[in-house]
């Protein structure tokens, strides 16, 4: 029988027999003085684990889908050079699937009373706070025929962000906000507008916006020009209910809303309103308030970092009573909930009376786009029952936002891919429209 590694170099050093004890083990049947004294030496010159100083520096928070670097100094203060394997182990989701042992595994080799520094480089793949678990670390005599192994706690959390993969269409919204506020030559008129300059008439323009008195102290007609009001206040309001646990795509339908509610917010503090977040199923599980323009979008990211869907049904009547707290004054409320008919006419549609007799209400939904796919569909008879029941959903959700806009309020239903640009596109009418 061949005999290789540690099991060849055992066997030259006590000419002991090795024999195979069960398939895929190997065992050492006797074992004579040399061999007990070279693996006794073995043991002793192993660096010691639990002496170990450990600590951690490097990134407290990433963006879902980009990397987060943490490092670890390891401190030698033994007398002896430590020659180990050590596991830095976090949670799963800390990496995507198959990349654990690559990054979370290093070698290292330290003199006595030096350190060294390993990164571990993590690339999360859920929302929220990720906590380190444990140190394990194995340290190897110069013969590497013993080891001693131990733990170490060294504590840290990365924070784990929304994407906010909406950003990209924040330029071009920012651009029709420019136009709304009279920064270009489109200027608008509207209930809830303010007065910003006085011009000269041109043909087109809206006789009610002439100012008789500035006309009578020159020579020209002059027309009012005005620009949309500042310092509203939004409300986002995210139901966390089950409902919002559903995945649409690749994402829960919790996501989606974050992404579009994160674009709006960003919106808005450029608009110089006041955002507020608002995040509830059968209690409160966030609450940014009063935070400054600049201060705003890492509050909301922040928070939203750790919301998760919760399984249970939303307590309509509780949600409102929290937005109504929330929002004393005027508001724009924006609910991002569903449009399924049950939870809207059982729950949201008993209580509207209360938000819009007070507030301008928004309510926007992640629609499935495999529902249009699907609505589609023909080819078989597989394929025209699929598009039949599509029909059906589409038929339903179209009455619930009928019956919602009946009430006053504006309804944003659109895919996760369009719903954030979406809802930017409906604030920026009503701004427009002077009813914030």
Request: aromatic fraction near 4%; glycine fraction near 6%.
């Amino acid at each position: 029988m061949a005999l290789t590694g540690r099991a060849a170099l055992l066997a030259a050093l006590g000419s002991i027999p090795v024999g195979i004890l069960e398939p895929g083990w190997t065992g050492i049947l006797a074992v004579n003085g040399p061999l007990a004294l070279a693996c006794a030496c073995d043991f002793a010159l192993a660096a010691p684990v639990r002496r170990l100083v450990l600590s951690r520096s490097g990134d407290t928070s990433a963006r879902l889908g980009e990397t987060a670097d943490v490092t670890l100094t390891i401190t030698n203060p033994t007398g002896r050079l430590l020659r180990a394997r050590l596991r830095d182990a976090w949670p799963p989701s800390s990496w995507r699937p198959g990349t654990e042992v690559e990054s979370s595994r290093h070698r290292v080799t330290i003199p006595a009373g030096e350190r060294r520094r390993v990164t571990t480089r993590l690339r999360p793949t859920r929302r929220g706070d990720r906590q380190a678990d444990r140190v394990t670390i194995r340290s190897y005599g110069p013969l590497g025929l013993f080891s001693r192994q131990g733990t170490h706690k060294v504590p840290w959390t990365v924070r784990v962000l929304p994407p906010f993969t909406s950003r990209k269409h924040l330029p071009s919204k920012l651009a029709r906000l420019r136009e709304l506020d009279g920064r270009t030559s489109v200027l608008t008129r509207g209930e809830g507008t303010e007065f910003d300059s006085l011009r000269e008439y041109v043909p087109g323009d809206d006789t009610r916006s002439i100012d008789w008195r500035a006309t009578a102290r020159q020579s020209t007609v002059a027309v009012r020009t005005w620009r949309p009001e500042r310092d509203r206040h939004i409300l986002l309001v995210l139901d966390t209910g089950r409902t919002s646990a559903g995945r649409v795509g690749d994402i829960p339908r919790l996501d989606a809303s974050l992404d579009a509610a994160l674009l709006l917010a960003a919106l808005a503090s450029r608009a110089g309103d006041r955002v507020d977040l608002l995040a509830y199923d059968r209690r409160i599980r966030a609450l940014v308030q009063g935070r400054s323009a600049g201060d705003v979008l890492p509050s909301l990211v922040n928070a939203m970092a750790t919301l998760e869907p919760e399984l249970v049904e939303t307590d309509a009547r509780g949600l409102t009573a929290a937005a109504l707290r929330t929002a004393p004054r005027r508001s724009l409320i924006v609910l991002l909930t569903t449009l399924d008919a049950a939870p809207v006419e059982q729950g949201l549609l008993p209580v509207l009376p209360q938000l819009t007799q007070r507030h301008t209400v928004l309510v926007a939904s992640v629609a499935d786009p495999n529902i249009a796919r699907m609505a589609q569909a023909r080819g078989n008879a597989e394929a025209v029952y699929e598009a039949a029941a599509a029909a059906q959903a589409q038929s339903e959700r179209q009455r619930t936002a009928e019956q919602l806009r009946r009430h006053g309020v504006t309804v944003v239903d659109a895919t996760p891919d369009d719903l954030a640009p979406a809802l930017a596109d409906a604030y920026l009418a009503l701004k427009a429209a002077g009813r914030l």
